[in-house]
């Protein structure tokens, strides 16, 4: 299985980007799909989340109420809707998922899978 990650690039303060992380197997096989990101110097950090269903979502308070995660198993994609960037957005995202349960959506060292990254730049 592997992922590819694409949407990203360079936006004002304010804008709105659409991420897309299709798969190359069935997403309905990935208990849960994740968004993480990257800045410069920084650790990589949890996005978003979205469970098998797409009913479960979850978020980092940093992005709660401007990204918007989503999914569809029919076409085997990921999507993070980003509203209202801000500069601190700034970093590489990456799509991540896993076929196995996991104890918690927001540590990477329990994702198996993992995209190429994608580049998202805000500027002020």
């Known amino acids: 299985v592997q992922l590819q990650a694409s949407g990203g690039g360079l936006v004002q303060a304010g804008g709105s980007l659409r991420l897309s992380c299709a798969a190359s197997g069935r997403t309905s096989s990935f208990i849960v799909m994740a968004w993480f990101r990257q800045a410069p110097g920084k650790e990589r950090e949890f996005v978003a989340a979205i469970s098998r269903t797409g009913v479960n979502t979850y978020y980092a308070d940093s992005v709660k109420g401007r990204f918007t995660i989503s999914r569809d198993n029919a076409k085997n994609t990921v999507y993070l809707q980003m509203n209202s960037l801000k500069p601190e957005d700034t970093a590489v995202y990456y799509c991540?998922?896993?076929?196995?349960?996991?104890?918690?959506?927001?540590?990477?060292?329990?994702?198996?899978?993992w995209g190429q990254g994608t580049q998202v730049t805000v500027s002020s």
């Open positions: 991540a998922a896993v076929t196995r349960p996991i104890s918690t959506v927001v540590a990477d060292r329990l994702y198996d899978y």
